[in-house]
């Protein structure tokens, strides 16, 4: 027996009247309301391509052509019991569906959440980021460089928010792990839309728990971007690398004159959600954050040995597990490196300091403000 699942409604009049539904295995059905009995409401199903199923999401068909000319002589009836959780289908005769169960001609939809469909499609979480830049204004066009330049600040700021949250909640991301994955899927008139979802593993919702409050994080930041104060207020709650790429896609922004509008959806959604950011917006929060040294700082603490130590230079290595760090004593914290034992270990107190550069690189740069030998275990 097969069964499908409720993924949006399309009307609803105390319940939902024509639905779309999909099946284990990601096959559209369009189901529609054609009795009412003792038992309950009865739905005719119909299967179609996603081709098919866009066309009528976007009132390019009718319902009733749906019906009347299918792409395979196949139709199902159900009575659920519950439309929030899955329900069976049985197959009936395509002579049982006559002409007075269709619905009257010219009933369409506009249904044109595309982030929502496609989040549904691929059942993972996914965004689209639309940039618009003045190049494209009457032609779909983009300079390379500046594709590039986004691509990179973009992904670097969905990267440093997912791991700062996976982080919060105790769950850090592997160093050498990535939780989504970008491609830039088309272009159209005044803007072009890069589509980004994850390249982890999804739960059966299709959610990836960290990319959704990295995309939730971001489009608060767009949110709050119209009040400089709120938005330097954001970048304190963050710091570190996450602040510094935000930054570098305001610089972005400002640099290249072109809003961006952030949409991200998952599966379960019953919209997908929108925020952007003008390009007036950015330049204020740049110069508000001109003054201030302390938005891309995050605290590191190195245990490990110490490779050298320059007294007069203030400059210092140390190696973790095999990984080289190094860095200069900070101004004013009274820190003097003599008297370090070379090839001992160590734990070094320190400030990170990330920039972001126009490319999307980061440039950290490590200051020390405190050391103590690191006790035998």
């Known amino acids: 027996m097969k069964t499908i699942k409720l993924l949006h409604t399309l009307l609803e009049y105390d319940f939902p009247q024509v639905f779309v539904a999909n099946d284990a295995i990601g096959r559209r059905y369009i189901c529609m309301v054609c009795d009412i009995t003792e038992r309950g409401h009865s739905f005719l199903c119909v299967p179609v391509s996603i081709e098919r199923c866009e066309q009528l999401l976007t009132g390019k068909i009718d319902l009733r052509s749906v019906y009347e000319n299918p792409e395979v002589?196949?139709?199902?009836?159900?009575?659920?019991?519950?439309?929030?959780?899955?329900?069976?289908?049985?197959?009936?005769?395509?002579?049982?569906?006559?002409?007075?169960?269709?619905?009257?001609?010219?009933?369409?939809?506009?249904?044109?959440?595309?982030?929502?469909?496609?989040?549904?499609?691929?059942?993972?979480?996914?965004?689209?980021?639309?940039?618009?830049?003045?190049?494209?204004?009457?032609?779909?066009?983009?300079?390379?460089?500046?594709?590039?330049a986004f691509l990179n600040i973009y992904q670097s700021v969905i990267k440093?928010?997912?791991?700062?949250?996976?982080?919060?909640?105790?769950?850090?991301?592997?160093?050498?792990?990535?939780?989504?994955?970008?491609?830039?899927?088309?272009?159209?008139f005044g803007s072009f839309t890069v589509q980004v979802r994850s390249s982890d593993p999804c739960d059966m919702l299709g959610e990836n728990k960290a990319l959704i409050v990295a995309f939730q994080r971001l489009n608060e930041f767009l949110d709050a971007a119209d009040n400089a104060d709120n938005a330097v207020e954001f970048l304190l709650s963050v710091r570190g690398h996450a602040a510094s790429s935000l930054l570098g896609l305001l610089n972005f922004i400002a640099e290249?004159?072109?809003?961006?509008?952030?949409?991200?959806?998952?599966?379960?959604?019953?919209?997908?959600?929108?925020?952007?950011?003008?390009?007036?917006?950015?330049?204020?929060?740049?110069?508000?954050?001109?003054?201030r040294q302390d938005i891309g700082v995050e605290t590191l603490e190195l245990v490990g040995i110490v490779?050298?130590?320059?007294?007069?230079?203030?400059?210092?290595?140390?190696?973790?597990?095999?990984?080289?760090?190094?860095g200069v004593v900070?101004?004013?914290?009274?820190?003097?490196?003599a008297g370090i034992i070379l090839r001992d270990r160590y734990i070094f107190r320190c400030e990170e300091r990330i920039e972001m550069l126009g490319t999307g690189r980061e440039v950290r740069k490590i200051y020390l403000t405190g050391f103590e030998p690191a006790s035998e275990i």
């Open 330 to 337: 900070r101004d004013g914290s009274g820190v003097n490196l």
């Open 256 to 291: 290249n004159d072109c809003q961006l509008t952030n949409r991200w959806s998952t599966p379960g959604m019953s919209k997908s959600s929108q925020s952007k950011i003008r390009v007036a917006s950015a330049h204020n929060i740049i110069h508000r954050c001109r003054t």
């Open 160 to 188: 440093n928010l997912a791991r700062a949250s996976s982080k919060s909640m105790g769950k850090p991301i592997p160093k050498n792990e990535e939780p989504y994955e970008s491609d830039v899927f088309g272009f159209c």
């Open 307 to 326: 490779d050298s130590a320059d007294v007069t230079a203030g400059a210092w290595k140390i190696y973790v597990e095999d990984i080289a760090y190094s």
């Open 73 to 148: 002589s196949e139709f199902y009836k159900a009575i659920p019991d519950d439309l929030t959780a899955q329900f069976e289908i049985s197959f009936l005769p395509s002579f049982q569906v006559t002409a007075d169960v269709l619905p009257e001609p010219g009933l369409e939809f506009f249904f044109n959440d595309e982030v929502l469909v496609k989040a549904q499609e691929l059942n993972a979480t996914v965004a689209f980021a639309s940039l618009s830049v003045p190049e494209s204004k009457y032609e779909p066009r983009i300079r390379t460089r500046k594709l590039s």
